[in-house]
T-cell receptor
């Protein structure tokens, strides 16, 4: 079936604007994760959901970042009042959530804040 | 908090040479996963190790999980140009949490 999809693939926004990044996980996957990946670094955990419940948001950098997954499928990561330091690749991953924990990553959204 | 360190950061080899990357966690892990990311691509799952001292092989790739479940290694025998990419280890700590902590990766380049 289809893999994890993310939109938009590229987003350029001006400092101070809000942005919403969307993730569409593999159908039937229970768990959904958000990561931020800087160039030359590994993915950095932001938050994750099991079904619609946000289980851990300890990686969100500050209160300008929030995420939701209202129906247990599609998720949105929102960044309010963007700053230049928010520029990065934002990746979403999903897993079956049956204990295997293998994660399937999407192509990412490259966010540039000018 | 939990940290996962990976060395080396970069490795350049001649095609046909072997390659090894090492991963160390500051805390005991329930399991460790390995991912490969090609240039311009996204991380792709390779394998998961769960048991202390576990060794798994995938063709030319050999993965090991340390006895103390705090370190791991990936060894590639006789590298090929298709092995180019960045290899990440990612650890899941004990306690049932699903928060995966990634190392910074080892970038492998190969001279054909």
């Amino acid at each position: 079936g289809a893999g994890v999809s993310q939109s938009p693939r590229y987003k350029v926004t001006k400092r101070g604007q809000d942005v919403a990044l969307r993730c569409d996980p593999i159908s039937g996957h229970v768990s959904l994760y958000w990561y931020r990946q800087a160039l030359g670094q590994g993915p950095e955990f932001l938050t994750y959901f099991n079904y619609e419940a946000q289980q851990d948001k300890s990686g969100l950098p500050n209160d300008r970042f929030s995420a939701e997954r209202p129906e247990g499928s599609i998720s949105t990561l929102t960044i309010q009042r963007t700053e230049q330091r928010d520029s990065a690749m934002y990746r979403c991953a999903s897993s079956r959530g049956d204990g295997t924990y293998e994660q399937y990553f999407g192509p990412g959204t490259r966010l540039t804040v000018t | 908090g939990q940290q996962v360190m990976q060395i080396p950061q970069y490795q350049h080899v001649q095609e046909g040479e072997d390659f090894t990357t090492y991963c160390n966690s500051s805390t005991t892990l329930s399991n460790i996963q390995w991912y490969k990311q090609r240039p311009g691509g996204h991380p792709v799952f390779l394998i998961q190790l769960v048991k202390s001292g576990e060794v798994k092989k995938q063709k030319r790739l050999t993965f090991q999980f340390g006895e103390a479940k705090k370190n791991s290694s990936l060894h590639i025998t006789a590298t090929q140009t298709t092995d180019v990419g960045t290899y990440f280890c990612a650890g899941l700590r004990t306690g049932g949490a699903q928060k995966l902590v990634f190392g910074q990766g080892t970038r492998l380049t190969i001279n054909p």
